[in-house]
T-cell receptor, first 116, second 114 residues
Framework: QKEVEQDPGPLSVPEGAIVSLNCTYS??????FMWYRQYSRKGPELLMY????GNKEDGRFTAQVDKSSKYISLFIRDSQPSDSATYLC????????????????FGKGTLLTVNP | KAGVTQTPRYLIKTRGQQVTLSCSPI?????VSWYQQTPGQGLQFLFE???????NKGNFPGRFSGRQFSNSRSEMNVSTLELGDSALYLC?????????????FGPGTRLTVT
């Protein structure tokens, strides 16, 4: 079983729709959860960063973590064509501190297209 | 500040050859990490360098190596290229100790092995 599973999609939605992106994981040691957005021909950029369980909101984006189910979600409200990108979840057991034991594990990404 | 830059952006090599990729981190960042991204395996961690020393390493064969210079610029080298090495190679830099969590990624080098 992969440590992190993410449905690759593709996911196509009309402009203004609510988008739900999800990842499941098997390593119960994961405590730090991130969502990255990657536009075509670009490197990933960090969207949301969450520690442990709970919700975090930033504008149109909401990240949810359910550690009991080993399930994380990213919701995008009022989706825009500019949100069209690949969304990658990532997680780690420790906070990045520059130490030698740090490891960030990524999902394979979900390709999202928002149609005008 | 200028972002992370990677050169070249695209490369085509033949099996058995070797290749060197370059990464210039954001000014002031001393930690540089390398990742391989493929459709089949996703984003996988290769190694991290800090102050010219490899501090962390992923599960890749010894054909993959890297180094970091005193100005924090980093290179990675892949020897005896295989078809399966075709991928997007991403470099990311960060503060150390970090003032925030984020690793800042470059645009990547697209390597095609024929």
């Amino acid at each position: 079983q992969k440590e992190v599973e993410q449905d690759p999609g593709p996911l196509s939605v009309p402009e203004g729709a609510i988008v739900s992106l999800n990842c499941t994981y098997s390593n119960s040691a994961f405590q730090y959860f991130m969502w990255y957005r990657q536009y075509s021909r670009k490197g990933p950029e960090l969207l949301m960063y969450t520690y442990s369980s709970g919700n975090k909101e930033d504008g149109r984006f909401t990240a949810q973590v359910d550690k009991s189910s080993k399930y994380i979600s990213l919701f995008i409200r009022d989706s825009q064509p500019s949100d069209s990108a690949t969304y990658l979840c990532a997680m780690s057991a420790t906070q990045y501190s520059g130490g030698s034991n740090y490891k960030l594990t990524f999902g394979k990404g979900t390709l999202l297209t928002v149609n005008p | 500040k200028a972002g992370v830059t990677q050169t070249p952006r695209y490369l085509i090599k033949t099996r058995g050859q070797q290749v060197t990729l370059s990464c210039s981190p954001i000014s002031g960042h001393r930690s540089v990490s390398w990742y391989q991204q493929t459709p089949g395996q996703g984003l996988q961690f290769l190694f991290e360098y800090f102050s010219e020393t490899q501090r962390n390493k992923g599960n890749f064969p010894g054909r993959f190596s890297g180094r970091q210079f005193s100005n924090s610029r980093s290179e990675m080298n892949v020897s005896t290229l295989e078809l399966g090495d075709s991928a997007l190679y991403l470099c990311a830099s960060s503060d150390d100790p970090p003032t925030d969590y984020e690793q800042y990624f470059g645009p990547g080098t697209r390597l095609t092995v024929t």
